[in-house]
């Protein structure tokens, strides 16, 4: 069964950083693509960037120049780089493939405030 480890959040002031990690345990992991999904409470989940097995990567308009997402194939990581966050960057972030096809994980909260 497929898990997904999600890492590195926290509670950051606005204009902050934070690196979020997530290892899976799949073994076509390279040949996958991955994506970065956050959800806002009362909200759905909400795809914030995705990486194809070429680092090909895409990225939602409100996180466009801000965020980076890469990955590791050799430790089966997707790594989401996030800087100048703000307030509404506030959520509980994700790891999971695009689409979507495994249970989500724990996720990790990030929180954004002054």
């Known amino acids: 069964q497929v898990q997904l480890v999600e890492s590195g959040g926290g509670s950051v002031q606005p204009g902050g950083s934070l690196r979020l990690s997530c290892v899976a345990s799949m073994s076509i992991f390279r040949f996958t693509i991955m994506a970065w999904y956050r959800q806002a409470p009362g909200k759905q989940h909400e795809l914030v960037a995705d990486i194809t097995s070429g680092d090909r990567t895409t990225y939602a308009d409100s996180v466009k120049g801000r965020f980076t997402i890469s990955r590791d194939n050799a430790k089966n990581t997707v790594y989401l780089q996030m800087n100048s966050l703000r307030p509404e960057d506030s959520a509980v972030y994700y790891c999971?493939?695009?689409?979507?096809?495994?249970?989500w994980g724990q996720g990790t909260q990030v929180s954004v405030s002054s």
């Open positions: 999971n493939t695009n689409p979507v096809t495994y249970a």
